[in-house]
């Protein structure tokens, strides 16, 4: 079992970045960030396989970077030009190797409890 846990989100202007992190007790080849807006369903940000290679959303391209660090299994966002509609819990996730690693919430096998981003105009 892993377990992941979340920090770095809070309350920021509208404009301004963030880098949110992710610690995992262990590791895991395919890792990714979703998030929940209220009212609204879990939605992929961005995903990382154990090679590097990287998935988007849509919405993510440009602003959004997802790094992870290997040596102590660490996981980061990092948003730039934070907009309210980016206001939500961000969720940390993570899942084997060999299959599917991208923006659908498949093959995840571990999640976090989430950091809360508030975004205001």
């Known amino acids: 079992q892993v377990q992941l846990v979340e920090s770095g989100g809070g309350s920021v202007q509208a404009g301004s970045s963030l880098r949110l992190s992710c610690a995992a007790s262990?590791?895991?080849?395919?890792m990714g960030w979703f998030r929940q807006a209220p009212g609204k369903e879990r939605e992929g940000v961005a995903a990382i396989d154990s090679d590097g290679s990287t998935s988007y959303a849509v919405f993510a391209k440009g602003r959004f970077t997802i790094s992870r660090d290997n040596a102590d299994n660490t996981l980061y966002l990092q948003i730039h030009s934070l907009e309210p509609e980016d206001t939500a819990i961000y969720y940390c996730?993570?899942?084997?190797?060999?299959?599917?690693?991208?923006?659908?919430?498949?093959?995840?096998?571990?999640w976090g409890q989430g950091t809360r981003v508030t975004v205001s105009s």
């Open positions: 996730a993570g899942g084997g190797g060999g299959g599917y690693c991208g923006t659908l919430p498949l093959n995840f096998y571990y």
């Open positions: 262990g590791y895991t080849a395919c």
